[in-house]
């Protein structure tokens, strides 16, 4: 993971500043944030006609979506009270084979999408158990999740530990490679005139007559547009010109992930893997990413001590042979949490200023249908029904309940 660079390249750079719209002209959108959902609504405003100028305080797509673990786990994770979010999920997952495809053909970038399922397994008896009682409330969704009883599970994965008590099986859920993924979007979105200004951080969104008209940056200059989309992850709430209940309640969660290295050739593990305290994703070239702690520490970058044995400690319970391989990397990245944990998306009380924010641990898996649907919205086609349950103001109707 480190030796990689990240897909902003001096060419890249090149192609995106010479599709720029001209100096006089203002584009129509400013999307704030060049993670994967980011890029992912400029290229499709873009396909509409729409002149876009994305701005990042960083690299692009170098924030969560750089160190994220890519599963696209719909059903897995489905939990109680969640049904709205699992139903979009599942929406998105429908999206993915011909999202990737689209890409690839566009960009010639191989994005990783594999398609062998995912393994939640039960290390103790106590763990099978729930995981049962869990299981018979996916089912209840309709969810396709099958139980696996030891014998089986060894013999999907031979290297897992003897000692596990079953698995649950969710052949829908798959993976895609994040940073090929993150790389073939920021390409496509030079190659069809996105404006992509790294580097360029946004102090506060304009908003003249109640109206959000451009985006003011950190050295004073402004940017003007017909629309503003705020996709900032983590950082969201942090830029200033909003009014207080236009902020969105997004707060990092602070995520410590560790990539070690297989053997391509003959791999510990070839299914996505949950067990407690930990995922495991097998790559394509070999490197197992491990991942990643839970933490509400703030914008903290620090890799800790407690952070890796707690890690590690929960991936040998369950994969014993890790104890050999290399560790390659040890990364930061800062999930966008709101105050449900499901995404924001859609119009705010400002009118020119439309969310795409707070996906949590769901940024890859919700990147299709949040690319189309902000899309949509912005280009005047209504709003999807697909999003409809997690506009800004459910926050509001809660308060008041």
């Given at each position: 993971m480190a030796a990689?660079?990240?897909?902003?390249?001096?060419?890249?750079?090149?192609?995106?500043?010479?599709?720029?719209p001209a100096p006089d002209r203002a584009p129509d959108v400013v999307v704030i944030g060049a993670g994967v959902c980011g890029l992912g609504i400029a290229w499709r405003l873009r396909q509409r006609g729409l002149a876009v100028t994305m701005l990042d305080k960083g690299a692009v797509g170098a924030a969560a979506s750089w160190v994220a673990g890519g599963m696209l786990a719909a059903c897995a994770e489905a939990e109680p009270g969640e049904e709205e979010l699992v139903r979009l999920g599942r929406h998105a997952q429908a999206m993915w084979p011909a999202f990737a495809a689209e890409l690839e053909?566009?960009?010639?970038?191989?994005?990783?999408?594999?398609?062998?399922?995912?393994?939640?397994?039960?290390?103790?008896a106590d763990e099978r158990a729930r995981l049962l009682h869990h299981h018979a409330f996916q089912k209840s969704l309709g969810l396709t999740l099958d139980w696996?009883?030891?014998?089986?599970?060894?013999?999907r994965e031979p290297h897992l530990a003897a000692s596990l008590a079953g698995a649950m099986f969710s052949p829908e859920d798959h993976q895609v490679e994040t940073r090929s993924l993150v790389t073939a979007l920021a390409r496509v979105a030079a190659a069809?005139?996105?404006?992509l200004?790294?580097?360029?951080?946004?102090?506060r969104i304009v908003v003249d007559n109640g109206r959000a008209t451009g985006v003011e940056l950190a050295d004073g200059s402004r940017i003007a547009a017909g629309t503003?989309?705020?996709?900032?992850?983590?950082?969201?709430?942090?830029?200033?010109?909003l009014p207080p209940a236009a902020r969105p309640p997004v707060r990092p969660i602070k995520g410590q992930v560790i990539a070690l290295?297989?053997?391509?050739?003959a791999p510990l593990l070839r299914h996505v893997l949950w067990a407690p305290g930990c995922y495991l994703v097998p790559r394509n070239d070999g490197q197992l990413i491990l991942g990643a702690t839970v933490e509400e520490k703030g914008f903290d970058t620090a890799i800790t001590a407690g952070g890796i044995f707690s890690l590690l400690e929960a991936a040998w319970r369950v994969l014993p042979a890790i104890e050999e391989l290399p560790i390659v990397d040890t990364v930061v990245g800062h999930r966008p949490g709101s105050r449900d944990d499901a995404p924001i998306l859609g119009v705010s009380e400002v009118?020119?200023?439309?969310?795409?924010?707070?996906h949590h641990r769901n940024g890859i898996l919700l990147a299709p249908v949040t690319a189309d649907a902000i899309a949509r919205l912005v280009a005047g086609e209504g709003t999807d029904p697909a999003i409809a349950a997690f506009g800004m103001e459910r926050f509001a109707a809660k308060a008041a309940a």
């Amino acid at each position: 993971m480190a030796a990689e660079s990240h897909p902003y390249s001096e060419s890249t750079q090149s192609e995106s500043a010479s599709a720029r719209p001209a100096p006089d002209r203002a584009p129509d959108v400013v999307v704030i944030g060049a993670g994967v959902c980011g890029l992912g609504i400029a290229w499709r405003l873009r396909q509409r006609g729409l002149a876009v100028t994305m701005l990042d305080k960083g690299a692009v797509g170098a924030a969560a979506s750089w160190v994220a673990g890519g599963m696209l786990a719909a059903c897995a994770e489905a939990e109680p009270g969640e049904e709205e979010l699992v139903r979009l999920g599942r929406h998105a997952q429908a999206m993915w084979p011909a999202f990737a495809a689209e890409l690839e053909a566009a960009t010639g970038v191989a994005v990783g999408l594999r398609s062998e399922g995912t393994l939640v397994v039960a290390p103790t008896a106590d763990e099978r158990a729930r995981l049962l009682h869990h299981h018979a409330f996916q089912k209840s969704l309709g969810l396709t999740l099958d139980w696996l009883p030891p014998s089986e599970v060894r013999r999907r994965e031979p290297h897992l530990a003897a000692s596990l008590a079953g698995a649950m099986f969710s052949p829908e859920d798959h993976q895609v490679e994040t940073r090929s993924l993150v790389t073939a979007l920021a390409r496509v979105a030079a190659a069809v005139g996105v404006d992509l200004r790294p580097h360029t951080a946004v102090a506060r969104i304009v908003v003249d007559n109640g109206r959000a008209t451009g985006v003011e940056l950190a050295d004073g200059s402004r940017i003007a547009a017909g629309t503003v989309v705020l996709a900032a992850g983590a950082w969201s709430r942090g830029i200033e010109g909003l009014p207080p209940a236009a902020r969105p309640p997004v707060r990092p969660i602070k995520g410590q992930v560790i990539a070690l290295t297989m053997d391509p050739a003959a791999p510990l593990l070839r299914h996505v893997l949950w067990a407690p305290g930990c995922y495991l994703v097998p790559r394509n070239d070999g490197q197992l990413i491990l991942g990643a702690t839970v933490e509400e520490k703030g914008f903290d970058t620090a890799i800790t001590a407690g952070g890796i044995f707690s890690l590690l400690e929960a991936a040998w319970r369950v994969l014993p042979a890790i104890e050999e391989l290399p560790i390659v990397d040890t990364v930061v990245g800062h999930r966008p949490g709101s105050r449900d944990d499901a995404p924001i998306l859609g119009v705010s009380e400002v009118p020119g200023l439309v969310y795409a924010t707070g996906h949590h641990r769901n940024g890859i898996l919700l990147a299709p249908v949040t690319a189309d649907a902000i899309a949509r919205l912005v280009a005047g086609e209504g709003t999807d029904p697909a999003i409809a349950a997690f506009g800004m103001e459910r926050f509001a109707a809660k308060a008041a309940a």
